[in-house]
């Protein structure tokens, strides 16, 4: 073996490497883009969960409050 089919044989090999390298960086950027929406849009589900929980709490109170006062009298 010569030195231009070795020089020839690792150009090729390095060529391939760096396209399959940049080929899974972009693949792992987009999943990670899809990842972050998911847990974006989840995100806003367990807001409004908790919102509607804080409210429901409040109304709770609210109605517990008028029964106390109606029990007092």
């Not at 150009?11 to 998911?38: C, K, P, Y």
């Amino acid at each position: 073996m010569d030195w231009t089919q070795f020089a020839t044989f690792m150009i090729g090999n390095m060529v391939f490497t760096l396209t399959l390298w940049l080929w899974n960086r972009t693949e792992s950027r987009s999943d990670m883009r899809a990842i972050h929406q998911t847990m974006a849009e989840d995100r806003k589900d367990i807001l409004s969960m908790i919102r509607a929980i804080q409210e429901e709490v409040k109304d709770f109170h609210g109605r517990l409050c008028a029964i106390e006062e109606r029990n007092r009298k």
